[in-house]
């Protein structure tokens, strides 16, 4: 008597992309790869989580560790006397911030305001505030290995709220 062969499965290609051409499939394989190498080669204790968003047309990593939450902008009560990068107060859930626009406070490109603002609520410290962003876009963690140092074309004003630059999709 002989043991019957259990049914052949087949490999991961016949089962779940049999279309895959060779070079599809090679590709498969190198992302895999890499995807390995990130797991081992990475110091979990290394990684920063960012909060990725949007202002004008340029993406901007927020250190997720004072991000309290991501908010829509209701409504906003103006402040007298104040610089034009304070867009003024808001009640959130019976607590009153001030809201900031970064892109005013930074001379950037800002994008015509209307329904659906939405704003980063960050604590720091005792201090807490709403910044306005055009999209929340991804939350991302990442190696300080992959933070490159802040372009030389970027304005010395800026260097003070920057810590370099990452690729994020192209």
Not at 107 to 126: M, Q
Request: glycine letters at 6%.
């Amino acid at each position: 008597e002989t043991d019957p062969q259990p049914p052949r499965l087949g490999n991961f290609f016949e089962l779940y992309c049999p279309e895959a051409s060779a070079a599809d499939r090679e590709v498969f394989r190198q992302r895999a790869a890499h995807l390995r190498l990130a797991l081992t080669d990475t110091d979990p204790a290394d990684l920063k989580s960012l909060a990725i968003v949007g202002l004008g047309n340029q993406y901007f990593g927020l250190n997720l560790s004072w991000v309290r939450e991501f908010i829509n902008i209701q409504r906003v009560t103006p402040i007298p006397c104040c610089p034009p990068y304070i867009e003024g107060n808001i009640n959130l859930r019976g607590e009153i911030m001030t809201l900031v626009n970064i892109q005013k406070a930074l001379n950037l490109t800002v994008a015509s305001r209307g329904v659906g603002r939405k704003a980063v609520v960050f604590e720091v410290d005792d201090v807490v505030a709403g910044l306005t962003v055009d999209e929340v876009i991804d939350v991302t963690a990442l190696s300080s290995a992959q933070i490159a140092p802040i372009p030389t074309a970027v304005p010395t004003a800026y260097r003070e709220f920057l810590q370099g630059t990452i690729p994020y999709k192209n």
